[in-house]
């Protein structure tokens, strides 16, 4: 059964705080995000990306195992072009890998786990069934940008995930599903705004979800039949703030709905997001855990993933995240402007 | 913007840009980084085995870049980020390679200080960014602050 097999989180050191843009601007609005990571000026998608992938694969004859590479990212230094491929040069995968980029939703890191499981499974991709000896490599990173001072700007954080999946492993998959409608709300970018933009009335935005993400709690509930209270179910809300309210109003019990603590910690890096969350509970899971992970783009689209825990999942020392959540060198908002380009001279 | 980047120099230093990849001469053995059409030690032999360098090293020598000295196109980097370190890193294999040095927390660096290989932006030109590899510092409780 198709299975994650590793997984490495790649976190820039650098930190703004909440209490910061309080300073800067009277307010902060991050809906229980307490500081968020922040690429330096020469990071993007593609190279924090390649760190979290270079922390999980050091070894270039482990590189050479991987058939396939997933990479998920709304912001891709390239609006068109070929970040997966870029990718994969960094990393030294072999010539025949096939690579995927999947970009425009912030749910597409889990999108992409979702597809690089049915792959390992032969459910879809040009490959069929993995031998036993192929990986998948699922790279998700993310370093978005809004308008200075706008509400959505405040809450984005910078990160990568890499996971590693294989046709058996520590963490096989036992559901994954999703859900589709057209709704209005949520985030959105288009090219002649140049800048994410949002459908700002929270209480349309949390109707959405939540008919959104039903159908996928009844689906897992199905799938995991009487164990349903003992899995761990992570809505990967962009607010932490939300999520227990959320859990609540789709029938979750208290215990069983795991709080969004990497986002609360580093803010909300999008496509990463859900893997990022994912990870963390990995990282500690007892055998016999049963997972479930879900992730959305507004009220429009949902992926659903369930995973049981049946041994250590391979997290190498420098790509766990527990070590790297609390971060390095804290930035005044002044610094954190000019560092994200909002200062920059003009006229040159 | 007419693009003048050079297609195949550019693809060609793709592998060392990436991923560090030297020649090992095969007539004296001598890493030769960047690849050399001839080797630098012995000067004889133009054939090469293709090893990848692992990485890390040392700051064999470094200086401090301000705004007015920067390259052009650095210049948004520079907006971004001030003044930046230039380093003469020399590697664990033994080629030295001269290198931008990402200083965590901008502390300054130290001779004989540990690096590792990372990969950032470099500079964009005529809309193609450019990849490659810069150094960052690792064990700054160790330095004396010594200049380069």
């Known amino acids: 059964m198709a299975a994650i097999v590793g997984c490495a989180a790649y976190i820039p050191r650098w930190r703004i705080s909440a209490q910061e843009y309080v300073t800067a601007w009277g307010t902060f609005s991050g809906g229980g995000v307490r500081a968020k990571a922040v690429a330096d000026a020469d990071e993007d998608a593609v190279t924090m990306g390649w760190e979290a992938a270079r922390r999980l694969l050091p070894e270039a004859a482990d590189r050479r195992r991987v058939r396939a590479l997933y990479f998920a990212s709304t912001t891709p230094p390239y609006r068109v072009g070929t970040s997966a491929a870029t990718l994969a040069a960094m990393l030294g995968l072999r010539e025949d890998v096939s690579v995927y980029d999947l970009t425009t939703s912030r749910r597409s890191g889990l999108a992409a786990l979702r597809l690089a499981l049915q792959d390992a499974s032969g459910r879809t991709g040009a490959g069929g069934p993995a031998e036993a000896d192929d990986w998948i490599l699922v790279v998700a990173a993310e370093n978005p940008a809004a308008a200075p001072g706008s509400d959505l700007e405040h809450g984005l954080g910078h990160a990568a995930a890499a996971l590693l999946v294989g046709s058996r492993g520590p963490a096989p998959v036992i559901w994954d599903g999703g859900s589709t409608r057209e709704y209005l709300g949520g985030i959105f970018l288009r090219d002649e705004d140049g800048s994410l933009q949002q459908q700002a009335v929270s209480s349309y935005t949390d109707h959405g979800d939540e008919t959104l993400l039903r159908p996928l709690i009844t689906a897992l509930r199905g799938a995991c039949g009487d164990g349903f209270p003992r899995v761990a179910v992570m809505l990967a809300h962009r607010e932490p703030a939300r999520v227990a309210r959320l859990g609540a109003r789709l029938g979750l019990a208290e215990e069983q709905i795991r709080p969004c ?4 910690a580093i803010g909300d890096t999008g496509a990463a997001a859900a893997l990022l969350e994912l990870q963390l509970v990995l990282e500690t899971a007892a055998p016999g855990t049963h997972v479930a992970v879900l992730a959305w783009h507004g009220g429009a689209a949902a992926d659903g993933l369930a995973l049981r825990v049946t041994g250590p999942v391979l997290v190498p020392q420098d790509g766990a995240i527990s070590g790297q959540l609390e971060g390095g060198a804290q ?3 002044v610094r954190y402007a000019r560092l994200q380009g909002y200062l920059a001279a003009r006229g040159r | ?29 001598h890493i030769n980084f960047p690849p050399k059409g001839v080797c630098a030690a012995c000067r004889k032999s133009a054939e090469f085995e293709p090893v990848s360098l692992n990485g890390r090293g040392r700051v064999h020598t470094f200086t401090r870049v301000s705004a007015m000295g920067a390259p052009p196109e650095f210049l948004q980097y520079v907006e971004r980020r001030g003044p930046y370190w230039v380093g003469i890193v020399e590697l664990e294999e033994g080629p030295r390679v001269v290198a931008q040095l990402v200083v965590p927390d901008d502390r300054q660096p130290y001779i004989g200080q540990p690096v590792r290989m990372v990969l950032r932006r470099l500079y964009e030109e005529d809309g193609v960014i450019r990849y490659g590899y810069k150094f960052e510092t690792l064990d700054h409780h160790a330095g004396d602050g010594t200049e380069g």
């Open chain 1, 261 to 264: 603590t990497v986002t609360a």
């Open chain 1, 331 to 333: 930035l005044t908002y």
């Open chain 2, 1 to 29: 913007m007419g693009a003048h980047i050079s297609i195949p120099l550019y693809q060609r230093a793709i592998p060392q840009r990436y991923r560090l990849e030297a020649g090992r001469c095969r007539g004296c053995g």
